[in-house]
């Protein structure tokens, strides 16, 4: 029993196509590395892929943002933290 995979455009649901295929090769815990092959697949329609890299752009940049505003929520929270330590170590004193 073969099972066939699909995958089809987000946006027009085309079938997608390989742009590219390449092998990575990525460090692990143990000091060793791996080998990982990628693929890049696109919508045959090029007026469809614009429109979903557009998409994809924007949604990398709300991502983006959210990382960003959490790095500076926990910047702040451990600046407080180590203020309000000094300050409680101060008046232990």
Do not use: H, S
């Not at 742009?19 to 045959?44: D, Y």
């Not at 943002?65 to 926990?74: F, G, L, N």
């Amino acid at each position: 029993m073969n099972k066939k995979y699909t995958n089809p455009c987000t946006r027009c649901g085309k079938e997608r196509v390989l742009l590219r295929k390449w092998i990575e090769e990525i460090p692990t815990f143990a000091n060793k590395m791996i080998k990982i092959t990628r693929a890049e697949n696109i919508c045959p329609d090029p007026e469809c892929q614009k429109i979903v890299n557009v998409d994809l752009a924007v949604q990398k940049g709300k991502r983006d943002k959210i990382k960003t505003d959490r790095e500076e929520k926990i910047k702040v929270a451990t600046e407080k933290k180590l203020a309000d330590k000094e300050k409680l170590l101060k008046e232990t004193i």
